[in-house]
């Protein structure tokens, strides 16, 4: 954000001539980014040759953490990404106002229509509007997009094509349009977006229900450790994104919480075939296998993301602390013997709160993580928890990371 700031405020002091001539360019270029950070073969692609490239021993620490930082911080980026768009394309909507002769009212039009679907897309992913709306949200999110995706196509047409001498379209605009950046931009930005959806399949399930806590949902086909996966019960209209729990081999599952309309619906009406995109995306539990050992803490149904690491063999050393409450009856003998099954039971700390009562969970990771000599900790457990851990890991010096909100 402040990058796009500095360059508007150079573009209109007349210091960045080719921002000032090129803003709906610009705007366009957020917007690719943006679809990148979302774009599951993108994520896919780029944590997969992070942890082959950085993933020895040999890189220094300090590059891996601050990879990861960054790594973490896609949602973030995706977010300031949409406000830059919002604000270039602001600025070369004013451009053209104010050099209204050399542009037709069909460019204005379609910029400002364009201008005021990204508006509500943005306010639509106001975190207080996402959180008590999750489905208005995702529905307004994409059918906005996809929408304003279409308008600009008709204004790079429109914009390219228009002649402000005799005021009418010009011939020969194929070979306009590939000599043009925007052209490519909005090429690439329209690729990222319907790569996912060719991907989607409708696929046999098999749903148990755990308890009325959680549910485990089972696939067929093996899945590399630290991938998360989405899941549907009507793709156009809202997609839940879980760890997926595999050995790799033929089989791989998610263990959902009973926290939504959706994730409960799972246990009281088990489906028998769900949507799902079969290219998995890559997040934080990922990276992994960049380092050489990890701490990683879980509370409740958040040990689903982090079970592959316990059942495939890795690159690091892996060490485990799950906090939950009720573990057979809440989350059943398959996820529990999952944990027993690990051959290194000295790296595994597992509390049961029915039992042993409310642990302090900052204290016992940051003792773990000496105690192991973790290079960093990863955790997965509700905002508040995971922020006390990762605040308690860094005061001790220990790097920690969690899932940001937006990621």
């Known amino acids: ?30 917007i690719l980014v943006l679809t990148l950070c979302r774009s599951e073969a993108f994520l896919r692609l780029v944590f997969y040759l992070t942890v082959r490239i950085l993933g020895h021993s ?19 980026i995706h977010s300031g990404c949409g406000v830059s768009s919002i604000a270039w394309l602001l600025y070369a909507l004013v451009l053209t106002l104010k050099d209204r002769d050399n542009a037709s009212t069909a460019i ?6 364009i201008l005021s679907l990204l508006c509500l897309t943005s306010l639509a992913a ?9 489905n208005v949200f995702e529905r307004v999110h994409r059918f906005s997009g996809w929408a304003a995706l279409g308008l600009v196509w008709a204004f790079i047409v429109l914009k390219i094509s228009y002649d402000p001498i005799t005021r009418s379209c010009t011939d020969n605009l194929g070979l306009k349009l590939i000599k043009t950046q925007e052209f490519w931009f909005t ?5 990222a977006v319907l790569l996912p959806w060719l991907s989607v399949r409708r696929v046999p399930v098999d749903v148990s229900s755990l308890s009325g806590h959680a549910s485990l949902i089972k696939f067929s086909g093996g899945v590399k450790s630290g991938i998360l996966g989405r899941i549907s019960p009507s793709p156009l209209s809202e ?26 619906s799972l246990v009281s009406k088990p489906p028998t075939h769900l949507w799902v995109r079969t290219v998995h995306f890559a997040g934080l539990p990922y990276l992994v296998n960049l380092y050489d050992k990890v701490l990683l803490v879980a509370t409740g149904s958040g040990i689903g993301v982090f079970l592959s690491f316990l059942m495939q063999q890795n690159k690091a050393e892996v060490y485990l602390i799950w906090v939950a409450k009720g573990l057979d009856d809440n989350f059943g003998s398959e996820i529990v013997n999952r944990i027993k099954d690990y051959p290194h039971q000295d790296r595994v700390i597992v509390h049961d709160t029915a039992i042993l009562g409310r642990p302090n969970l900052s204290e016992m990771s940051v003792k773990a993580s000496k105690k192991f000599e973790a290079q960093v900790v990863i955790v997965t457990s509700n905002p ?24």
Do not use: E
């Not at 040999?58 to 973030?76: D, E, M, Y």
């Not at 508040?384 to 990621?407: E, L, T």
């Open 1 to 30: 954000m402040k990058t796009t700031h500095k360059a508007l405020v150079l573009a209109a002091t007349g210091r960045f001539t080719y921002a000032r001539n090129r803003a709906s360019l610009f705007s366009l270029a957020n």
């Open 58 to 76: 040999f890189v220094p620490l300090r590059i891996k953490i601050a990879v990861t930082s960054l790594l973490q911080s896609l949602g973030g």
């Open 108 to 113: 204005i039009a379609v910029a400002s229509t």
């Open 126 to 134: 106001f975190p207080l509007v996402r959180h008590l709306h999750h």
């Open 187 to 191: 090429l690439a930005i329209t690729v």
């Open 239 to 264: 997609w839940h994104a879980f760890g997926i729990i595999s050995d790799g081999k033929t089989s791989h599952m998610m263990l959902a919480g009973a926290v939504g309309d959706f994730t409960k």
């Open 384 to 407: 508040g928890g995971s922020r006390d851990v990762v605040n308690a890991c860094k005061a001790s010096g220990v790097p920690a990371f969690v899932p940001i909100w937006d990621s």
